[in-house]
């Protein structure tokens, strides 16, 4: 509203300088032709659905498509001006950018990596490369206790919330979801209408403040979960462990921003703060978890469910793979989440030096469960700046089975990194719950652009295997990715690492894993 208002101000002003060049001077007319200009140009930003910056920001924002119009200089300045974001950010921006809106993003010259710094790490190419041919492979998510097995695609929609996010950018990305064919991870904030809209395959996350599914003292309410479970656009159900932004936290949803509709959907009341416990309370234990597993999987009718988290210490998740082992029970999938995720807000002490990094945590938990006996059963999902193609091909390499990713696809939804998630103020309507703002996000341009992202990222991937000689993703192995370690010494990940042989820890634990493995109790998160 305010908006508009402004635009019709300007015309207001044109007229003003109309009527001044037909009673004072005509060479007023100058000034309202150019005053009228402006009108009509704020006027055509309003209602034009491209640009989400030129509907929230009328005439202001082509300062910024002034810039892009000079480039690469001037626009690559303001990318990699952005302090606040790391190169990884700013680079990724600039590929999803180009793979959204369609762009050939086939750059000049050759990399721009430093091939001999240390930590470079690079893919094993083949003479036998061929063309890729299946650019839509699957995972099948469903061990032997579940019904309904889905198939998930390799790169999907990582939780983010309603509530953290505007509806506009919650139903474009289950727009994109859905006409993409790949999943959307709602976050701990609940099912809500936006998540519905377009049918999109949904992955329900339950947290520890349990919304959507809670009673009136925020506790886990079977009834609540049963009616949304069953629901058909729920494909998988995960329980969040904990986050890798900030692991060892819980949300906190200030009252003011806990709309009527927000209450409704977290099943909160209206106005008043909302804070989800840093840990469970429907179970205290391994064992505890593992019941709790099942009994989702049962009020769902039998679909998937597993849990994600960010790893902390390798006797829990020894600990986890203890109580699997104790009570038969076995979750689908389990999805790590990296401590390099990135979230809205939280205390800078947690976003950098809480939690285990993606790659770490990855290994260890793919190892546990192979030196335990239950890879087999279960699949691996990996979270935590994935943005590409070669992203994918490397976290399939050191263990994982498909992958998720929040900011990338924040990035394809138009987010420019301004940096105001926590103020409500996000420019691009990503980010916030001001109206004025996120109506500025044009679903169906950007429904267009998270489907675009996906698919070419997919198929970039895909060709990357191609190009490997292999003849799918199941024969990625360790010794596939590369890592320089120092000067001009490159190892395989296979001879950096150590990597557990099926049922190693059963039989006779390696010394390296003895004592974590002596310690872990299914009784107890240790």
Known sequence: MLRALAVAAVWVAALAAALLALSVSPWWWILAVLVAALGALGTWDLVQTKHTILRAFPILGHARFLAELLRPEIRQYFIESNTEASPFDRETRTLVYER??????????????????????FLRHSLRARTAT?????????GPDCAHP????????SAMSFGALSGNAIEALNGGAARGGFAHDTGEGAISPYHLKHGGDLIWEIGSGYFGCRDA???????KFKEKAVLPSVKAISIKLSQG????????????????EIAATRGVPPGQTVVS???HTAFHNPVELMHFIATLRSLSGGKPVGFKLCVGARTEFLSICKGMLKTGITPDFVIVDGAEGGTG??????EDHV???LTEGLMLVHNSLVGTGLRPHIKVGASGKVASGVDIVTRICQGADFTLSARAMMFALGCIQAMKCNTNRCPTGVATQDQGLARALYVPDKIDRVANFQQATVASAAQIVASMGLDGFHQLEPSMLNRRIEGQRTRTYAEIYDWLMPGELLEDAPEAWLSDWIEASADEFR
């Open 277 to 279: 416990p840093p840990a």
């Open 150 to 157: 889905y198939d998930i695609a390799l790169f999907n929609v």
């Open 355 to 357: 939690g285990m990094p």
């Open 345 to 350: 807000a939280a205390p800078q002490e947690f």
């Open 245 to 260: 932004a900030k692991p060892g936290l819980g949300g906190v949803l200030p009252g003011a921003k806990v709309s009527a």
């Open 134 to 142: 299946d650019l839509n492979p699957r995972v099948r998510l469903g």
């Open 100 to 121: 959204a809106k369609g762009i050939k993003s086939d750059e000049p010259f050759g990399t721009e990596r430093n091939v001999y710094g240390l930590g470079y790490e």
């Open 217 to 223: 003292g925020g506790h886990f309410d079977a009834a």
